[in-house]
Structures are given as structure tokens and as C-alpha cells.
């Protein structure tokens, strides 16, 4: 392309040192690409299925992820509820087990109940808290004590009354 002076034109992309064709990836940078993509997607995924764990004044204390991480408010992992109903501290260690409504410790000595009505209730049969179908968590006297929204009764049970991982 010429000037009005009838000089040619540099292009940018000359000055820059390329030959003014378009870039094509080749089909490994392209695979490498989207590999990259789907995992800061799924990273995001993971953080949008937690489950939020709050105080009574709704402030967040804390998240349940759907494969049982149990986190701070500052998704520090404090501790895990595996499937198989195994309550670990953040060092793996079993401190704990949740099996079929019952809580023991983790030298299996039962520590409480979690009834499907959502009473929770210590060793002893005695009430201590409900788990309501809202998610809202409430002690024996029926005053709200938190909410947890989504996360299995049980589990929210666990992380509430029984340990403090």
C-alpha cells in the first residue's frame, strides 16, 4: 500500500517482527488451551458447590463441599467426611465416624444420634439441637444456633454438635 508521497507503508505487525499472516495454533497448543480452560472452569465448579456453612446472625463460619471438605470462612480445609461416613481432621487423622444416624468417636463409643426427624441427640438419648428441613440448626431450647442450607442433615449435625474440626 502506498502514501499520497507514493512511499510504501510499514505495517505494525512488520515493525513487530511478524509477517502480517494470522497465527494458527497448532492442534496441541489448542488441546493444551482448553485443557487449561476446562480446569480453571472446574475450579470454579468446585467452589460454587460448597455449601455454606453460618452463624445464627448469618455471617459465614465456614463451607461443606459436596465431597465432604469441611472449610473455614477462609476455605482453609479443616477437616472431611468421606462417603463412607469417616470424619477426618485436616491431617487425615479419623477422629470419627456417621453411619446410618448414629455418631461415634473414632474409637467407635457412640457420641450421639441424628434422627430423620432431624433431632440431634447426645449419647444418652438426650436432646441437643434439630436440624430443620430449611437448614436452619437450632440447640435444645429451639433458639437458632446457625444455618446450613444443602448440606445433609448428618453432616451438618457433625460439623454443629459433635466435632469441631
Known sequence: MRTDRGQKRVSQDRLNGSSGSPVVPSP??????????????ASFAALASAE??????????????????????????RGYIRQDGTIENSSHSTIGYVRGGTVENAS??????????????????????????????????????GYAKGVRADWAAVVFFFFKP
Do not use: P, Q, W
Open 52 to 77: 455454606t456453612i453460618e452463624s445464627s446472625s448469618h455471617s459465614t463460619t465456614g463451607y461443606v463441599r459436596s465431597d465432604g471438605t469441611i472449610e473455614d470462612s477462609s476455605h482453609r480445609t
Open 108 to 145: 467407635h463409643s457412640t457420641v450421639g444420634y441424628v434422627k430423620n426427624d432431624g433431632t440431634v441427640e447426645n449419647a444418652s438419648h438426650s436432646t441437643i439441637g434439630y436440624m430443620k428441613g430449611d437448614g436452619t440448626v437450632e440447640n435444645a431450647s429451639h433458639s437458632t444456633i
Open 28 to 41: 496441541v497448543k489448542k488441546l493444551t488451551l482448553a485443557l487449561a480452560s476446562f480446569s480453571i472452569v
